[in-house]
């Protein structure tokens, strides 16, 4: 059993009673043994001793929504509406993507994500298999599920349903644990009810949670209660998907009785704040979700609509839309927003090891430079990492306790080739 | 007369006509004399030469409301209303500035600005002479004004009117032109009406601009309106200041009847998303300003109030909240997010040379490294300044010709130092 040890180091630890330590973290194998101003054995028994010093060391950042090989796609096709951007952009062409353009843009995404402390992701696509590979060989981890659009004919409905079913048993638990699955009708606005109601059966048969994407707009709030007689929240209640375990992403158009079904069924919900600010879908009801102890995670979408996957961005962003919109400079405070990112995060996607820095927890971690201008005066570090901090502060990250960026390098993938193949694919989707 | 040349390049232009060029940019001492596919003279007959591949090059940021030495303060005081944040936070400690503590924070700040981007800035401040020193020394452009609150005797108001003349007078067109002065009455709501006519009648008597502080916070406007009688651009434009050309901070809570003055006196405002969001000042109506012609740029106000000076992020915040706001995808484009932060900015703040890349324009301009992630595919490179880069990706900065940052370190202001400093003055002030 691998034993390593982080000395002069400054943490912040997601732990209420004691938020920041200085000193010292031990963490054997994959799981932090100690976190306290003392090392507790000479540092000559430790198989590895790092100083820390001029370091932040904080848990990995946890992505609850994204798309990841739509990073294809970056910057093709902007300030647009969502259902043109859809429809007239991302679908025709993400209908070409080959199983190699998935694997190489899902890999141009985990290292931007990883280099940038993104150490968990929730991933909903297709050629999941790809993805599910990309994620084992780069270190990180992933809740990985396909995500299927029942608008098509009965046999292919049934081939989608049961490629989920697949992909859900074959990869739950695999890589070490750190690749776990749910199950995910895309939407309401995009599957037949019945077709909702299959997930559902699968996901009680295969004992997993569900995702999917629920009122990221008003109008697709507007058509739900037009062709179903209620609105996204009370359809998918009816349709049983709240008897499983299930995370929502986006939920911007909510009303107060639609917060409380969440409330009653302890649905998560992934706030999605660049995305939803891009595609002009609006701004997430989070002061009254936080208020009412619905557990808020934060997502970056898909890289196509966001155009980053920098998750301090999104807890900045977390931080600073709700106060601007209400009014109230407390709404989410810099403490919520890192919640959100971390310990919340990993608590929504049913990862109870995962987003904090204390004895017993996973050694699922990252360090940042904080030698740098904007990370002085040395005051309140929850607000530097929260309102200053960017991706690219990021030097060093571990997680399952090993480590796979070190000074700013991915251990895992070859940038380098990403980087080439990622433009070779894109020319050929586009023919450029 | 030293001639430089980039070969290899990908420059973002801000020229409507050509925006993107790739190929070379030529520079004469301090002015941009060519930029076009193919090198005018043969490559040996220049002075230096810069192989420009796996760079983006642009114009440098400008940066059109701050207060630099309130870096000082970051992160002390968070998530508080601006008044408590200003009354019981900010101000009592300000108070205690030294020349020396304004002369550290500025530095601290100007060291963030320029390795991120930004060449000029406009700061509003106390001591103002340390400001100018500051920024004479770092390289950068500056656009300086001694900002007086008028709430003090008579004796203490004349002091500072004969303060800001001095200086103004004293600084203007300095630095080898890099630095010009502004007169600026700190805000309505801290100034009696006839202290800032002596200020309007004194930048008359030295042919200056006007900056201040203008309706950022619904409160302001209406204790201006029970105290005066009036809103404060009518309070103002009563006060003559819009008789001077005039940049206004901030302008969060305008009516459609304000913008119709503001437009017909083409008052410049700096739009502040990310102070006005933290806060919780709320959200100006740029897409309303835009489509009149006003003339918008972005600033990123102090850092206590952001907390960082990343104007990558200013842009990006103009170029989503409005959208997410106004429900409307295209209110503010990624296009018009960065004229805001370049061209436009300077235009602002009479630059009439600065912010964009063409023949005749001064050599301020900066350089990305753009062989990362989350700037593949090439395709779309202004959707890729505006939503995925931050201030970390600028590797090398020029202003006036002459290189201040390369390979990420700056050449003119030592950066241990600064740091160092900056930590001893907080302490210091803060009692610690």
Same mark, same amino acid.
């Given at each position: 059993?691998?034993?390593?040890?982080?000395?002069?180091?400054?943490f912040?630890?997601?732990?209420? !009673? %004691?938020? &920041?330590?200085?000193?010292?973290?031990?963490?054997?194998?994959?799981?932090?043994?100690?976190?306290?101003?003392h090392?507790?054995?000479? /540092?000559?028994?430790?198989?590895?001793?790092?100083?820390?010093?001029?370091?932040?060391f #904080?848990?990995?950042?946890?992505?609850?929504?994204?798309?990841?090989?739509m990073?294809?796609?970056?910057?093709?096709?902007?300030?647009?509406?969502?259902q043109?951007?859809? %429809?007239?952009?991302?679908?025709?062409?993400?209908?070409?993507?080959?199983?190699?353009?998935?694997?190489?843009?899902?890999?141009?995404?985990?290292l931007?994500?990883?280099?940038?402390?993104?150490?968990?992701?929730?991933?909903?696509?297709?050629? #999941?298999?790809?993805v599910?590979?990309?994620?084992?060989?780069?270190? #990180?981890?992933?809740v990985l599920?396909?995500?299927a659009?029942?608008?098509?004919?009965?046999?292919v409905? +049934?081939?989608? =349903?049961?490629?989920?079913? %697949?992909?859900?048993?074959?990869?739950?638990?695999?890589?070490?644990?750190?690749?776990?699955?749910?199950m995910?009708?895309?939407?309401?606005?995009?599957?037949?009810? +019945?077709? &909702?109601?299959?997930?559902?059966q699968?996901?009680?048969?295969?004992?997993l949670?569900?995702?999917?994407?629920?009122?990221?707009?008003?109008?697709?709030?507007?058509?739900?209660?037009?062709?179903?007689?209620?609105?996204?929240?009370?359809?998918?209640?009816k349709?049983?998907?709240?008897?499983?375990?299930?995370?929502?992403?986006?939920?911007?158009? =909510?009303? +107060?009785?639609?917060?409380?079904?969440l409330?009653?069924? +302890?649905?998560?919900?992934?706030?999605?704040?660049?995305?939803? /600010?891009k595609?002009?879908?609006?701004?997430a009801?989070?002061?009254e979700?936080?208020?009412?102890? &619905?557990? !808020?995670?934060?997502?970056?979408?898909?890289?196509?609509?966001?155009?980053?996957?920098? #998750?301090?961005?999104?807890m900045? /962003?977390?931080?600073?839309?709700?106060?601007?919109?209400?009014?109230?400079?407390v709404?989410?405070?810099?403490?919520?927003?890192?919640?959100?990112?971390?310990?919340?995060?990993?608590?929504?996607?049913?990862l109870?090891?995962?987003?904090?820095?204390?004895?017993?927890?996973?050694?699922?971690?990252?360090?940042?430079?904080?030698d740098?201008?904007?990370?002085?005066?040395?005051?309140?570090y929850?607000s530097?990492?929260?309102?200053?901090?960017?991706?690219?502060d990021?030097?060093?990250?571990?997680?399952?306790?090993?480590?796979?960026?070190?000074?700013?390098?991915?251990?895992?993938l070859?940038?380098e080739?990403?980087?080439?193949?990622?433009?070779?694919?894109?020319?050929r989707?586009?023919? %450029?």
């Amino acid at each position: 059993m691998k034993k390593t040890i982080i000395t002069n180091g400054t943490f912040i630890t997601l732990n209420e !009673v %004691q938020p &920041i330590v200085r000193g010292c973290m031990v963490w054997e194998d994959n799981q932090i043994t100690y976190i306290g101003e003392h090392a507790p054995l000479p /540092l000559e028994q430790y198989d590895e001793h790092i100083n820390g010093k001029h370091k932040l060391f #904080m848990p990995g950042l946890v992505n609850t929504h994204g798309h990841a090989a739509m990073s294809l796609l970056r910057g093709y096709g902007d300030d647009l509406a969502l259902q043109v951007w859809l %429809q007239e952009k991302m679908w025709p062409i993400e209908g070409k993507f080959t199983a190699h353009d998935v694997r190489v843009g899902t890999e141009l995404s985990i290292l931007e994500m990883i280099k940038g402390g993104t150490t968990a992701v929730v991933d909903m696509y297709d050629h #999941m298999n790809e993805v599910a590979l990309a994620v084992e060989q780069s270190g #990180m981890r992933g809740v990985l599920t396909r995500g299927a659009i029942g608008l098509c004919p009965p046999d292919v409905q +049934d081939a989608k =349903l049961a490629e989920a079913v %697949q992909f859900a048993k074959d990869w739950h638990n695999k890589a070490g644990g750190r690749i776990t699955t749910l199950m995910s009708p895309h939407a309401p606005y995009t599957c037949p009810p +019945d077709f &909702i109601e299959r997930f559902v059966q699968a996901a009680h048969d295969l004992q997993l949670p569900m995702h999917t994407h629920m009122s990221e707009t008003a109008r697709e709030v507007q058509e739900n209660f037009e062709q179903y007689g209620s609105r996204p929240v009370a359809h998918l209640e009816k349709l049983g998907m709240f008897t499983r375990p299930t995370l929502v992403a986006h939920a911007v158009h =909510l009303t +107060d009785e639609e917060i409380q079904i969440l409330k009653k069924y +302890d649905v998560r919900v992934s706030h999605n704040p660049g995305s939803n /600010l891009k595609l002009a879908s609006g701004v997430a009801r989070v002061p009254e979700l936080l208020k009412e102890g &619905i557990k !808020v995670s934060l997502g970056t979408d898909g890289p196509a609509s966001n155009n980053n996957l920098d #998750m301090f961005e999104e807890m900045r /962003l977390a931080a600073l839309i709700h106060k601007g919109v209400t009014g109230d400079p407390v709404a989410v405070p810099a403490e919520a927003a890192l919640r959100m990112g971390t310990l919340e995060g990993a608590q929504s996607i049913w990862l109870e090891q995962v987003g904090a820095l204390q004895p017993g927890m996973k050694a699922d971690f990252i360090a940042l430079d904080i030698d740098q201008p904007h990370f002085f005066p040395k005051t309140n570090y929850i607000s530097h990492v929260v309102y200053s901090a960017s991706a690219k502060d990021v030097t060093d990250v571990w997680v399952e306790g090993k480590q796979i960026v070190k000074n700013s390098e991915c251990l895992t993938l070859d940038e380098e080739k990403v980087l080439y193949e990622a433009q070779r694919c894109f020319e050929r989707l586009t023919g %450029q």
